[in-house]
């Protein structure tokens, strides 16, 4: 098999790609590129899902989205995270589930201990 040079190809190649990111290297550098960029994959994955949700029984989807409420409101119990106006709905159930542990000012957990290799 003989060795092909391809260093012609390539050389104009790289200086498109250079020359293209010389470019678009300062949106980058730009947050609200980024926000923008970050927005549109949002709303893409958003019409996505609701055309899944669209295709399968609405049973179904009630009983995810109340699983995805349940979780959610577990979460705000727990880490008392919640919006101002359901506060009064969780103070009532919170009582019932663990809270998240408290630490002591300044201190953390300890990390766990590495094991030992084993022989």
């Known amino acids: 098999m003989k060795n092909v040079d391809l260093s012609p190809l390539t050389t104009p190649l790289s ?7 010389q470019v678009v290297q300062p949106l980058f550098a730009e947050h609200a590129f980024l926000t923008i960029l ?3 994959f949002a709303v893409m994955m958003t019409l996505s899902c609701y055309r ?3 295709s399968i029984s609405p049973g179904l989807v009630a ?3 109340l699983l995805i409420f349940g979780m959610l409101m577990l979460h705000w119990t727990i880490t ?3 919006p101002a106006i359901l506060k009064p709905v969780v103070d009532v159930i919170a009582p019932f589930f663990p809270s998240a542990p408290t630490y002591p000012a300044g201190s953390k957990p300890a990390p766990p201990k590495p094991n030992p290799p084993s022989r």
């Open 15 to 21: 200086k498109a790609g250079h020359d293209l990111w």
């Open 38 to 40: 970050c927005a549109f």
């Open 52 to 54: 899944f949700l669209k």
């Open 63 to 65: 009983f995810i989205m």
């Open 80 to 82: 008392r995270t919640e």
